[in-house]
């Protein structure tokens, strides 16, 4: 329980400093704005990323587990020797994921860099996202909303401690969609998508389901041939390669019981009455994930790229968070940038607050989950012992958040013309 108890003191203090800055919000943006010309989203990454990186991995001593060590040093390795994802390593990852990942272990070959890695990754995309959405704002203003994302639970836990690379995918995506509508080039933008897709995981198709539906009808064919250009040749040398093991991979994944999703919350009431690998429920449920993102495409039809898609990002990976049965609350890192900068209102207090208390209980969950050794109760099992209640409570509270975050990103598609929400994009 001590990464726990570690998680927790480092969210409770994080929570505290947060407050200090919400407390004295205006005065601190009117500093910023004053003294912008100097390098405060490198300052900030400095202070919240790489310094508690050098603490804990260099002078600590402490060496990364979970996924760095399972998964993204292994894959990393085998693609630093030229070999083939799936037949060589396995991997649930996309096929370009290690190689990218791979290009500074032929510098320094170790586990550590590759959490520097994350973290550089993180700050790329912060940079750009600052940058992207200006809105009506000025400097200080969204400076500040940069202080307040390095700050928030969720990405801190998930970069210095676990080194998760899901904001990798916000990277692409914003990529694709910001040179799609700059270009004005649907099929640059399936280009884009394509490789966003080959080179971070299979989720990413989460949102190209809501692009693809959301894009004028004229410019669909160039925009599946963008995709089908790059992706095809790709798919077709890994069944040369690898037969079916690049999907076999990929969908095993989907058959582990996590938390916390429908299944978790569910499961006193439904105990055994649907298999561990979901069986056909996984299926009804991937089909109604697909039906809302579908939906979400449709209400979307036709309004601008880069405003749209931080909605888009909060309504597939809200709903997959809570639908997927494999789901674990990590997946609210993914979201959380955009929705810092696109979708929070200082002003309300009681909203910014649940912001801060859904972090703190997304940062915490996996690892209290996983110490309690992974429980699904039966019946009223979580009455057993009172660390089961608080568990089976964060759920609660986890699944409730997400389908928050889920339905106000949907809602505020259709609803971009409001003073605050329409912050706008660099374009």
Request: glycine letters at 6%; hydrophobic letters at 50%; proline letters at 5%.
């Amino acid at each position: 329980m001590f990464i726990v108890l570690v998680k927790t003191a480092v969210s409770a203090g994080l929570c505290v400093w947060l407050a200090v800055l919400l407390w004295k919000r205006l005065v601190i943006s009117d500093y910023l704005q004053q003294q912008h010309q100097k390098p405060w989203i490198s300052l900030f990454y400095l202070v919240f990323r790489l310094l508690p990186v050098i603490l804990t991995y260099f002078i600590l001593d402490y060496q990364p587990t979970s996924d760095v060590e399972y998964y993204y040093y292994p894959i990393a390795n085998s693609a630093r020797q030229l070999q083939i994802p799936y037949r060589d390593v396995y991997s649930p990852y996309s096929p370009f994921y290690g190689y990218w990942l791979s290009l500074p272990l032929h510098l320094w070959n170790d586990m550590r860099l590759v959490v520097i890695v994350m973290t550089l990754i993180e700050w790329v995309a912060v940079v750009i996202t600052y940058r992207i959405y200006r809105g009506s704002e000025n400097m200080g203003q969204r400076l500040f909303r940069v202080l307040f994302y390095f700050s928030l639970p969720i990405p801190f836990v998930m970069c210095v401690f676990s080194g998760q690379e899901d904001v990798i995918l916000w990277l692409f995506a914003l990529w694709a969609v910001w040179v799609w509508q700059k270009r004005q080039n649907s099929f640059l933008g399936g280009l884009l998508l394509a490789l966003g897709l080959l080179s971070t995981k299979a989720v990413f198709v989460f949102l190209i389901i809501p692009l693809f539906f959301m894009t004028p009808h004229k410019q669909k064919p160039s925009l599946v041939a963008g995709l089908a250009i790059l992706g095809l040749p790709v798919l077709a040398f890994l069944y040369w390669k690898t037969g079916t093991l690049f999907m076999e991979q990929q969908l095993h994944e989907g058959d582990y019981l996590k938390a916390p999703n429908w299944r978790s919350v569910l499961n006193p009431l439904l105990g055994g009455l649907i298999p561990d690998d979901g069986g056909l429920w996984k299926w009804i449920m991937m089909a109604i994930t697909m039906t809302i993102l579908t939906l979400t495409g449709l209400r979307a039809y036709g309004k601008r790229l880069v405003d749209t898609l931080p909605l888009i990002f909060m309504v597939a990976f809200g709903c997959m968070t809570v639908l997927q049965q494999n789901a674990v609350s990590n997946y609210a890192y993914l979201f959380m940038l955009p929705l810092v900068f696109s979708l929070t209102d200082f002003k309300i207090r009681s909203t910014t607050g649940l912001l801060v208390g859904f972090n703190t209980l997304a940062a915490i969950h996996p690892s209290f989950w996983w110490r309690l050794g992974q429980p699904y109760y039966e019946g009223l099992g979580m009455f057993d012992k009172w660390e089961y209640v608080l568990e089976y409570g964060m759920e609660l509270a986890l699944v409730a958040g997400f389908l928050y975050y889920a339905w106000q990103g949907f809602r505020q598609i259709d609803d971009r013309q409001t003073a605050h929400f329409n912050r706008g994009s660099a374009l």
